[in-house]
């Protein structure tokens, strides 16, 4: 993992613990998936108002734009942000770390890293340039 990896990979396991909260932005508050790509790759103001489950594909692909990430090619790597669709009308977002995964796990109530691959399709994988 290069440094600039690493800090990224940092960052997310600084979530870890955090209780789930839909729409929350900070550790103290709670997170949800969204807010914690826009801590990790610093995003000032993250998308607000959507659902849980419902939003829209466009909507999610315009906001990892605006946060300054870009499209991967290759297999994905530590500090990469993932989307994955873990059902039918329901996206999600994850950092890849070295062991596996962050992400704000809504079942479990909290951010959490999991180990291995995600369970769910992956939709594509951007990172900082």
Partial sequence: MNPAE???V??????????FRLHGRSVEAGLDC?????????????????ALRGGRL???LDG???????PADGEARPGDLLLLRPGLFQFHLA????????HADAGLRRVTEAPGAPPWPQLGHWRKP
């Fill in 10 to 19: 940092a960052s997310a396991r600084g979530c870890v613990g955090a209780r």
């Fill in 64 to 70: 990892i734009a605006a946060a300054g990430l870009r």
């Fill in 58 to 60: 466009a909507d999610l």
């Fill in 95 to 102: 950092i890849l770390t070295d062991r596996g995964f962050v």
């Fill in 6 to 8: 690493a800090r990224i």
């Fill in 34 to 50: 969204i807010g914690v790509a826009a801590l990790v790759y610093g995003v000032a103001e993250p998308p607000a108002g959507y």
